[in-house]
Nanobody, 123 residues
Framework: AQLVESGGGEVQAGGSLRLSCAASGRTLSGNGMGWFRQGPGKEREFVAAISWSGGAKLYADSVKGRFTISRDNAKNTVYLQMNSLKPEDTAIYYC?????????????????WGKGTLVTVSS
């Protein structure tokens, strides 16, 4: 089983990007899913999480009102819509599958991870 992120790139401050995380080799319909990020010189931090049904969501305070997490279980894919991007959002963004139905913000409870996609926001 693997997770593959896509949709990263370079954007100017105030712009938008939509990240996707596609799973292969297994279904994610029973798992919560999360997005995490690691900026230059920083530790990995929680961004957003969604329950297996999509009915419950969590967001880091730093992205509330700007980012939206969603999922399409029929496509085995999770999304992160990022609006009003800021230079401090620059990071490698990782998706991860939760061991539980979720949502959870704890990286220690994630079962497996993608390799990440780079988002660069220029001022």
């Amino acid at each position: 089983a693997q997770l593959v992120e896509s949709g990263g790139g370079e954007v100017q401050a105030g712009g938008s990007l939509r990240l996707s995380c596609a799973a292969s080799g297994r279904t994610l319909s029973g798992n919560g899913m999360g997005w995490f990020r690691q900026g230059p010189g920083k530790e990995r931090e929680f961004v957003a999480a969604i329950s297996w049904s999509g009915g419950a969501k969590l967001y880091a305070d730093s992205v509330k009102g700007r980012f939206t997490i969603s999922r399409d279980n029929a496509k085995n894919t999770v999304y992160l819509q990022m609006n009003s991007l800021k230079p401090e959002d620059t990071a490698i963004y990782y998706c991860a599958a939760d061991r539980s139905p979720g949502p959870t913000s704890s990286p220690g409870l994630m079962d497996f991870w993608g390799k990440g996609t780079l988002v660069t926001v220029s001022s």
